[in-house]
């Protein structure tokens, strides 16, 4: 069965960085796109920025200019690096993946694979 890892995260002020990694495993073949997703502290799940195997790149309003999204060669590693970092951007992290489809921006929990999430706070 496939999962989806999450390491990095943690504390950081205003202005700082912090990055963020996703790791693939026991999938039977690449997984089409790779997506980060952040819970919010008041409860609204937000799309953050996703990858997929063609090397396409897409950011939120909010992620982009700030985050970087990257992908291992191997399709099976995805990083997000977050930088000028916003007391906003606090919240639960989530790795989610498709096989063959696209979230397409949308936060659907049910649907492919995700991770167990992972905190990143924002203090000024």
């Known amino acids: 069965e496939g999962q989806l890892v999450e390491s990095g995260g943690g504390s950081a002020r205003v202005g700082e960085s912090l990055t963020l990694t996703c790791t693939a495993s026991?999938?039977?073949?690449?997984?089409?796109?790779m997506a980060w997703f952040v819970q919010q502290p008041r409860g609204g799940c937000a799309w953050v920025a996703n990858?997929?195997?063609?090397?396409?790149?897409y950011y939120s309003a909010a992620a982009k200019g700030r985050f970087t999204i990257s992908r291992s060669s191997d399709q099976k590693t995805i990083n997000i690096e977050l930088n000028s970092l916003k007391v906003e951007d606090t919240g639960r992290y989530f790795c989610?993946?498709?096989?063959?489809?696209?979230?397409?921006?949308?936060?659907?929990?049910?649907?492919?694979?995700w991770g167990q999430g992972i905190q990143v706070t924002v203090s000024s």
């Open positions: 026991g999938f039977p073949d690449v997984l089409f796109e």
């Open positions: 990858a997929n195997s063609n090397g396409y790149i």
């Open positions: 989610a993946a498709e096989v063959a489809g696209s979230y397409f921006g949308r936060c659907v929990v049910d649907s492919g694979y």
